[in-house]
């Protein structure tokens, strides 16, 4: 299955912060929109960093309360990993592993225009396994 396919069938539409944003304002965000990460975007928006909870985590554990002030750019990972609408579950899982982290921004000719959480890559992962099971219980069945 591909990142394009994935993105038909969530709702449409990525929740994005501005770098200059406080970390009181990304977690705003956060939980408003009941998500784990922002994509920081710039005017052209274009992709110039991500800040997750656990960023936010971190930043409170060492820096207290007051670092809620911050802003976000002294905090967000400025070098993203990102896939495109073509790459497979596979991929997106690959990079996944690799990096560490749970969500990949999805870009299209330099275009914000998705992202993909682990939760995403689990429920169509499995999807797609179930449906290899059923295909292949019939093809037993009628063989
Ligand atoms: P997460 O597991 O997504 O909560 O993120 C764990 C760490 O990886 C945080 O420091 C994030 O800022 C960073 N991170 C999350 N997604 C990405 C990504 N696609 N590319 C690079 N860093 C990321």
Do not use: W
């Given at each position: 299955?591909?990142?394009?396919?994935?993105?038909?069938?969530?709702?449409?539409?990525?929740?994005?912060?501005?770098p200059?944003?406080?970390i009181?304002?990304v977690?705003?965000?956060?939980?408003?929109?009941?998500?784990?990460?922002?994509?920081?975007?710039?005017?052209?928006?274009?992709?110039?960093g991500?800040i997750?909870?656990?960023d936010v985590?971190r930043v409170i554990?060492n820096g207290?309360?007051?670092a809620?002030?911050d802003p976000a750019s002294r905090h967000m990972t400025?070098?993203?990993?990102?896939?495109?609408?073509?790459?497979?579950?596979?991929?997106?899982?690959?990079?996944?592993?690799?990096?560490?982290?749970?969500?990949?921004?999805?870009?299209?000719?330099?275009?914000?225009?998705?992202?993909?959480?682990?939760?995403?890559?689990?429920?169509?992962?499995?999807?797609?396994?179930?449906?290899?099971?059923?295909?292949?219980?019939?093809?037993?069945?009628?063989?």
């Amino acid at each position: 299955m591909t990142v394009q396919k994935i993105l038909t069938f969530k709702d449409a539409g990525v929740t994005t912060g501005d770098p200059s944003m406080t970390i009181a304002e990304v977690c705003n965000r956060l939980a408003e929109h009941r998500i784990g990460a922002l994509v920081m975007t710039d005017e052209r928006r274009n992709v110039v960093g991500i800040i997750s909870e656990r960023d936010v985590v971190r930043v409170i554990a060492n820096g207290g309360g007051g670092a809620l002030a911050d802003p976000a750019s002294r905090h967000m990972t400025r070098t993203v990993t990102t896939c495109n609408l073509r790459d497979t579950v596979g991929d997106v899982m690959e990079k996944m592993t690799r990096g560490r982290f749970r969500h990949v921004p999805i870009v299209n000719n330099g275009e914000l225009v998705g992202i993909i959480s682990i939760g995403d890559v689990v429920k169509y992962r499995m999807a797609e396994i179930e449906r290899e099971a059923a295909e292949m219980r019939s093809y037993i069945a009628t063989a």
